[in-house]
């Protein structure tokens, strides 16, 4: 008997704490989540993006769309902004999306003030669209920058865009404040996370170094998992640009060239981000 309890029941307690550890320690799946970007650009994209909504992995709990709602040419309308306003709107999960060049500063028609007001009417805090329960914490600088921390994780959202540099002053006051957004999420989160998530439209160029550059020094001091997720570039890109080591970039496919990207996060600290980009097989593939 130890302590009023037969030791053989003991023997088989304590075993079966430790199966229970051991199921624990292989159920490294811990969060999962849609990624879009770059779409709908042409009509057949308007037939496309609907599906695509309605064929979203059944276990994403949410999804993230990393700007450029239409083609850099047409015109900057309202009726686009209200169109995919309501497409994405019939998403299960909560969709979040932040701002595209396409849509705002590369905008001439009308320009891109107009064109930054038609984007706050329909898509600021698009979240709230959907009962969920995410903590989303909103930049008070730049409402359209979130954050929120789930299952260990921290995922942040800043404006970071390709295109016309518009306004100078505007262009490097806004890196300023996204850098701000990343720093504060980090040093507030850090102790609580294993891994972080950053997405935003632009792929790194020249004109973001006064964000990347500091970024990367401050994701190396960071020293955890960070994947950065991208658009802008239409193609698929897989690698490690930065000198931070530990930041894995990801430009995902334009919505007219693959579905959204499922992207499921783990513990495993050897490969903590699990990429599908649910294509279809190669013709011939009978599998």
Known sequence: VFAGFPVANFALLLLGSFAGCDKKAQNTHNLTFAVMGDVPYVPAEDVLLPRQIAELPQDAEFVVHVGDIKGGAPPCEEAVYAKVSGMLSKATPPVFIIPGDNEWNDCIDPDPAQAWQYWEQYFMRFDRRWQHDLPVFRQVEREENFSFVKNHVLFVGINIVGGLVHDATEWQQRHADCLNWVRR???????????????????????????FDPFSQD?????????????????????????????????????????????????DPTEPFLLDRRLPPPAGNSK
């Open 185 to 211: 999420n980090m040093k507030q989160f850090e102790p609580d996370v294993t891994s972080m998530v950053i997405f935003g439209h632009a792929k790194p160029a020249a004109v973001h170094k006064d964000f």
């Open 219 to 267: 994701a190396q001091q960071f020293g955890k998992p960070i994947l950065h997720i991208h658009g802008d570039g239409h193609r698929w890109i897989h690698d490690r640009p930065f000198a931070a080591r530990n930041v894995l970039r990801i430009q995902v496919d334009q919505g007219g060239i693959a579905p959204p990207l499922k992207v499921t996060i783990t513990d």
